[in-house]
């Protein structure tokens, strides 16, 4: 009775221990792959913001005429 009752509480079931270890080993690969993508974005952002910039810059400066001759 005590065994049943040991299991039935949470005893150490190798599948389910390795279950629970497989789970987090997924959690954190999905947390590491987030950081990447998030850093990813990051710096595509940055890129789009400094090319906004340029952008913006050009149409600001008036363009020169060719001179006569």
Known sequence: MAKA???????SDPRL????????????????????IQEENDALNAAAQHQSLLDSIDIDVPQAEPALT
């Not at 009752?5 to 005893?11: I, T």
């Not at 270890?21 to 950081?35: I, K, T």
Request: hydrophobic share 40%.
């Open 17 to 36: 221990l390795a279950e629970m270890r497989r789970l987090q080993q997924r959690v954190q690969d999905l947390e590491s792959e987030l950081v990447r």
């Open 5 to 11: 009752l040991l299991g039935y509480v949470g005893g």
